[in-house]
């Protein structure tokens, strides 16, 4: 096989042809022999020398189902406009960590706006999602906490996990009673859910994890990424709509989904806001976020704030397709929210399907390992509120048109479900019903 880091190779491709070429130190087996095994197991075995993620080129009328800009307001002229005065202005603002930053400074105006959004006491906005969870979970875990999380739950808190060199002990999906016994076996720590799952879009049942903590001692995180701007009075989140925000010890979410920005944050008490600050290494080590951003997000929270017709479209929309697409056949792994998932199961057959419908102009997200378990491959529809009537009725049409193309009922999903429903019938009939013989 060819070794894709030999030291005399040249750069490939355009570059090669304006007669540039490079060179870089020779990488040892133990790099070249992982870069190599995905080209010849993924790329070449198992997708036939293409990409799973890469496949045709969206037209103009294509739709995209791919964004997680769930209210559709990433354009909205109040924030862009806000974004480009601060720019202008401000340019770039101090280049350094946010330990650094006190007094009325904008960031710290927009941690305690948001935190009071939330019906929290205090807050701290992260350089992503991914810090926040990595960054919280290392500052309240260490070797001695076992650390209690959903087997679907996000890869950044499980890589926060091993940041704090905790003990990760994994529970079965949305599965309350289990996470109790792991906890009778295990002991005191600390719990992790989404509280809207980003692969298939269940929803965490919250009240019935919050009475286990409680009952238990842990300390209770939920992941809001999926939740915050889209659930709740005003966009606040499942938590304050369940008004469990007195019982929720941490929250956090990626400011990249529905404030349709870059950023991150979490929920806490006012005097964890400094410990965190001088204790997370991705808080400490990282610069602060930039004045046009922290302007941007300012602006976006009014927009959310006022924008429960948006809203209520999101959820009328993910609530259609949901019922049309589970009248087609589809399996919807339990989703409840804005998120659709096509469980197509292999890598091969995801391919399939991908293609089928972006031939047809649908345009989704490609799910797979390590994002998925290797044989759990789907795409991922994320609806939106801009979505008409017209084009939520193609995407039924086109979904019932593909469904022998991409062989539905071969998929392993859809044997689930028909193995679902079969012992929900059971459940349904009386004692020695089914071995009734006919008089």
């Known amino acids: 096989m060819k070794n894709v880091f030999d030291p005399r190779t040249q750069v490939q491709g355009q570059k090669k042809e304006q007669g540039q070429a490079y060179q870089h130190a020779a ?45 559709a307001i990433a354009r909205h002229p109040d924030i862009i406009g806000r974004m480009a005065d601060t720019l ?11 330990i650094f930053l006190h007094g009325e400074c904008p960031l710290l105006q927009f941690e305690s706006r948001l935190a009071r959004y939330m019906g929290a006491e205090s807050g701290v906005l992260c350089q992503s999602g991914y810090a926040a969870n990595t960054g919280l979970i290392q500052s309240i875990a260490s070797a001695q906490t076992p650390v209690y999380v959903d087997m679907m739950a996000h890869m950044s808190l499980w890589e926060g996990v091993r940041s704090a060199g905790a003990a990760p002990v994994a529970f079965r999906h949305n599965d309350a009673a289990h996470l109790e016994q792991q906890i009778a076996r ?6 992790l859910v989404d509280s809207v799952y980003s692969t298939n879009g269940s929803v965490c049942p919250l009240v019935e994890f919050a009475d286990v903590c409680e009952r238990q001692g842990c300390v209770f995180v939920v992941d809001e990424s999926h939740s915050l701007g889209t659930h709740g009075p005003r966009g606040a989140g499942l938590v304050v709509d369940l008004g469990l925000e007195s019982r ?27 410990y965190f ?23 976006t929270l009014s927009v959310i704030e006022a924008s429960d017709e948006r809203r209520t ?13 589970t009248e087609l056949g589809y399996n ?17 057959r995801t391919i399939v399907l991908r293609d089928a419908l972006e031939s047809r102009g649908i345009f989704g997200s490609v799910f797979c390992a390590p ?40 998929w392993s999903s859809t044997r689930r479900l028909g193995d679902e429903l079969s012992q929900r019938r059971r459940n349904r009939e009386p004692h020695g019903a089914s071995n009734a013989v006919a008089a």
């Open 27 to 71: 990488l040892p087996d133990f790099v070249t022999s992982r870069v190599e095994r995905y080209f010849h197991e993924r790329v070449q075995q198992t997708w036939g020398g293409g990409h799973i993620m890469r496949g045709r080129l969206p037209g103009a009328d294509a739709l995209h189902l791919s964004s997680n800009d769930y209210l």
């Open 88 to 98: 202008y202005a401000d340019g770039s603002g101090l280049l350094m960590s946010a």
């Open 186 to 191: 295990h002991g005191q720590g600390v719990v």
């Open 248 to 274: 929720v010890a941490f929250r956090t979410a990626s400011l990249a989904k529905a404030f349709a920005g870059r950023a991150g944050f979490i929920t806490c008490p006012a005097d964890f806001q400094e």
């Open 277 to 299: 600050k001088f204790e997370s290494n991705p808080a400490i080590f990282s610069s602060t976020l930039l004045p046009h951003e922290i302007s941007g997000l300012d602006a």
């Open 313 to 325: 479209r999101l959820t009328s929309n993910a609530a259609w397709l949901r019922d049309r697409l």
């Open 332 to 348: 919807l792994n339990g989703s409840e929210s804005q998120i659709i998932a096509l469980e197509a199961g292999t890598e091969q």
């Open 371 to 410: 994002a998925t378990a290797r044989n759990r491959a789907l795409i991922r529809l994320s609806t939106h509120a801009a979505l008409t009537d017209a084009q939520v009725e193609k995407i039924v049409t086109v979904c019932r048109d593909i469904r022998a193309e991409v062989e539905l009922d071969k």
